[in-house]
């Protein structure tokens, strides 16, 4: 891609494609060029800002500060224009920026702000979600394992409640892997069993091939993470049932 056809078409759609080639210098020109363009349209640069973070995340993770210094200042931006739920998403996001350049108190101090706004506007998919992804961040903390195991068990209870799979399943996957770090191999088996026993029910009411492949999307991950326990325990036979049995949903 040329200079030229960058400056004669700035598009997001364009820089979004670029950033998933991992062209990450490519995305960052465009969105440079339509943030010129934007210049005082605070929605639309919330949003180029929010890009350019990721993209600059692609490019430098925190050789710079530059990730973080553009979700910032797209936090900056969706509060003034009073977008209460995308700047929820944006505290998870900046939590996850936070926690890994190494501020672990300010990331959750973030994510705690996400989750406050949540209920604020009494979003309960939206809530669940922001929890799954602090649990997430605790996890990867020894001290914090078991705080985030309550609340993977919490989110696992209530999004069930509300038929909220992709949730409900990311927090199973968080469980599994937690366990799976403490060195408890029953209680993450327990958590696969859990897991597919949950999916086959739902795969059984569903009617259509559509229906069943987005699902298969929201199931695989804990698919992934048992067949991969069953390779560590070298049952291979295991591995491939479980994998042939994904692959037929």
């Known amino acids: 891609?040329?200079?030229?056809?960058?400056?004669?078409?700035?598009?997001?759609?364009q820089?979004?494609?670029?950033?998933?080639?991992?062209?990450?210098?490519d995305s960052l020109r465009i969105l440079n060029v339509l943030a010129q363009k934007n210049e005082g349209k605070d929605e639309e640069l919330c949003e180029i800002y929010s890009k350019m973070s990721q993209a600059y995340y692609g490019l430098e993770k925190f050789r710079t500060n530059n990730s973080i210094s553009?979700?910032?200042?797209?936090?900056?931006?969706?509060?003034?224009?009073?977008?209460?739920a995308g700047l929820a998403l944006?505290?998870?996001?900046?939590?996850?920026?936070?926690?890994?350049?190494?501020?672990?108190?300010?990331?959750?101090e973030s994510i705690e702000k996400g989750i406050a706004l949540a209920r604020k506007i009494e979003d309960d998919q939206l809530e669940l979600a922001i929890?799954?992804?602090?649990?997430?961040?605790l996890s990867?903390?020894?001290?914090?394992?078991?705080?985030?195991i309550e609340?993977?068990?919490?989110?696992?209870?209530?999004?069930?409640?509300i038929n909220d799979w992709d949730t409900y399943f990311e927090a199973e996957a968080g469980l599994i892997k937690v366990f799976r770090e403490k060195g408890d191999a029953i209680k993450a088996e327990e958590e696969v069993k859990n897991g597919m026993e949950t999916a086959d029910r739902i795969?059984?009411?569903m009617k259509t091939k559509k229906e069943k492949a987005e699902f298969k999307e929201i199931i695989s991950y804990v698919y992934d993470l048992a067949v991969d326990m069953a390779l560590e325990s070298e049952d291979v036979n295991r591995a491939m049932e479980l994998a042939q049995k994904i692959k037929n949903i």
């Open 1 to 13: 891609m040329t200079d030229e056809k960058i400056e004669k078409e700035p598009d997001m759609n």
């Open 203 to 205: 795969i059984a009411s």
């Open 90 to 108: 944006d505290y998870m996001n900046y939590a996850y920026l936070l926690d890994e350049s190494g501020d672990s108190a300010k990331a959750i």
């Open 131 to 137: 929890l799954s992804s602090k649990a997430d961040i």
């Open 15 to 25: 820089a979004d494609k670029l950033m998933e080639k991992g062209k990450f210098m």
């Open 140 to 148: 990867g903390k020894k001290r914090s394992m078991n705080e985030a």
């Open 151 to 161: 609340i993977f068990r919490e989110v696992l209870e209530r999004s069930k409640k």
């Open 70 to 84: 553009y979700m910032a200042k797209c936090l900056s931006l969706r509060e003034k224009i009073g977008d209460i």
